[in-house]
């Protein structure tokens, strides 16, 4: 009988080890969240809405470089146009007399040219909006990335605590159960009690029930993280910790640190700046070089009407010519430079009144800047108050995960001991069990440590203006 039983764990123990092969040929990938930031870097369609506004602002940005371009347009126009002739017949002319209405095609084009001379600053003005335009574009860019990737960070570190929870709940239901069978075998050798059985199976069963709340919070925190990254991670994914990775590089913070709201902020109150400029200068004069070339001319359709001429010269008795030519432009007469007309000179413009409209763009665009610049001082001060908060709690998370460390030693040496002193019969169950949760909380303390301090880094780098990916 003993060697069936024997034979029959060995051929159980084949089976479990074929299991096992089975299960981590198929076993998921793991994630750290350095490869993470590297899969999602410049990938994601977060990123690409950042970029496309980035590029979308740049051609805005051309709208203030034209104010200092020429203006250069060309139009052209071919219509048919039937002129009454009634109303000239009253200057006596007898030859005009002889038609009522003349019809035929209008030929023109223009090529205009408007270029600012003196704007008194508001070409001036809108070059600068535009260059720091370009850096505001930038700064906005690279802020809504960094923010992305903080987004990215916080779901990372719900995935890993998650994790966590269900390894440890996995590890208090594999005790208790554990537990649970050396009362049971006890109390069939006659040593055991009753009322230890059913505290421990209750104890078992609560340990179940947190298996599956800690596996359901996993799972959730999992496909949020997925669907925020847009990479797969089927159930069962894990993610790792590596405390000499990204959140290791603690970066040192000067007085030139700012954070890229702040940075955004002083562009933003320097175009309020600029603009107010801008508009003042609508108030006074403006110099102009403007110049042109066109060229516009008739081709009437004679038809009939040359009859009535020669009709009206014989009765006159004035000599009838052979051949009569009126001279008549024809469409290839469209570039001929004896029918283009040329114009340049300087324009003066002056907005004397409209309203009071313009000195009203000009103080509200004051307001808006003085508005902004206040702002902008707060927003200096909490930028400061940023960073010496940051600093401060990766200070006290440095000590305080010291102290878990310590605690997590204790407690692991505490639960080794009073197993042992369980088995000898020195300590009951409940002491044991209470030495067991200290154990779990200083784990679970130790991870949720190491995402504080992921968090705290990302938070300090926000803080200086360090872009969270390089």
């Known amino acids: 009988?003993?060697?069936?039983?024997?034979?029959?764990?060995?051929?159980?123990?084949?089976i479990g080890l074929s299991y096992a092969q089975?299960?981590?040929?198929?076993?998921?990938?793991?994630?750290?969240?350095?490869?993470?930031?590297?899969l999602v870097k410049?990938?994601?369609?977060?990123?690409?809405?950042?970029?496309?506004?980035?590029?979308?602002?740049?051609?805005?940005?051309?709208?203030?470089?034209?104010?200092?371009?020429?203006?250069?347009?060309?139009s052209s126009n071919v219509s048919y146009l039937s002129q009454s002739l009634r109303a000239q017949a009253l200057t006596g002319n007898e030859i005009i007399?002889?038609?009522?209405?003349?019809?035929?095609?209008?030929?023109?084009?223009?090529?205009?040219?408007?270029?600012?001379?003196?704007?008194?600053?508001?070409?001036?003005?809108?070059?600068?909006?535009?260059?720091?335009?370009?850096?505001?574009?930038?700064?906005?860019r690279d802020l809504k990335k960094d923010l992305y990737y903080l987004s990215v960070l916080y779901a990372y570190s719900k995935v890993y605590l998650a994790n966590n929870n269900v390894i440890i709940a996995q590890k208090s239901l594999s005790h208790a159960e554990k537990l649970l069978k050396g009362i049971k075998i006890d109390m069939l050798t006659g040593s055991g009690i009753r009322r230890d059985s059913l505290s421990v199976q209750a104890n078992v069963f609560k340990a179940q029930s947190e298996l599956e709340i800690a596996r359901s919070s996993h799972k959730i925190a999992l496909q949020r993280l997925a669907k925020l990254t847009e990479l797969k991670m089927p159930p069962g994914t894990m993610v790792v910790y590596d405390k000499?990775?990204?959140?290791?590089?603690?970066?040192?913070?000067?007085?030139?640190?700012?954070?890229?709201?702040?940075?955004?902020?002083?562009?933003?109150?320097?175009?309020?700046?600029?603009?107010?400029?801008?508009?003042?200068?609508?108030?006074?004069?403006?110099l102009s070089l403007v110049g042109g070339i066109y060229n516009e001319f008739m081709i009437p359709d004679t038809s009939g009407l040359t009859q009535k001429y020669l009709d009206y010269l014989e009765m006159t008795g004035q000599p009838v010519p052979d051949y009569v030519d009126f001279g008549i432009p024809e469409f290839s007469d469209y570039f001929d430079p004896d029918f283009v007309n040329y114009t340049i000179g300087v324009q003066l413009t002056w907005n004397l009144f409209d309203g009071r409209r313009s000195i009203a763009k000009y103080r509200l665009a004051r307001i808006n800047f003085e508005k902004a610049d206040r702002e902008l001082k707060i927003l200096r001060e909490e930028s400061e108050d940023a960073i010496e908060e940051a600093s401060s709690i990766l200070n006290t998370l440095k000590k305080t995960r010291k102290a878990v460390l310590l605690q997590l030693?204790?407690?692991?040496?505490?639960?080794?001991?009073?197993?042992?002193?369980?088995?000898?019969?020195?300590?009951?169950?409940?002491?044991?069990?209470?030495?067991?949760?200290?154990?779990?909380?200083?784990?679970?303390?130790?991870?949720?440590?190491?995402?504080?301090?992921?968090?705290?880094?990302?938070?300090?780098?926000?803080?200086?203006?360090?872009?969270?990916?390089?």
């Open 1 to 14: 009988m003993k060697k069936l039983t024997h034979i029959i764990s060995f051929f159980l123990l084949i």
């Open 22 to 38: 089975e299960d981590s040929s198929f076993a998921h990938e793991e994630y750290s969240i350095e490869r993470i930031l590297e």
């Open 42 to 74: 410049d990938c994601s369609d977060d990123i690409a809405v950042a970029d496309l506004a980035y590029a979308a602002g740049l051609e805005e940005v051309k709208f203030y470089q034209a104010e200092a371009m020429p203006q250069i347009s060309f």
């Open 97 to 140: 007399k002889l038609f009522d209405r003349l019809d035929g095609a209008v030929v023109n084009w223009n090529l205009s040219l408007y270029q600012p001379l003196i704007t008194f600053g508001r070409v001036f003005n809108a070059l600068k909006m535009a260059n720091v335009r370009k850096e505001l574009l930038r700064d906005v």
């Open 244 to 286: 000499y990775g990204w959140a290791s590089d603690l970066p040192k913070g000067s007085e030139a640190n700012r954070s890229l709201g702040c940075k955004v902020k002083e562009n933003e109150t320097q175009i309020l700046l600029l603009n107010s400029e801008y508009e003042r200068s609508s108030l006074l004069p403006s």
């Open 409 to 470: 030693e204790s407690a692991t040496a505490a639960f080794d001991q009073v197993q042992d002193d369980y088995q000898n019969g020195f300590v009951d169950y409940t002491t044991m069990l209470d030495t067991e949760r200290q154990l779990r909380e200083a784990e679970k303390g130790l991870s949720e440590i190491n995402m504080q301090r992921l968090l705290a880094v990302a938070q300090y780098k926000i803080a200086l203006g360090i872009p969270l990916v390089n």
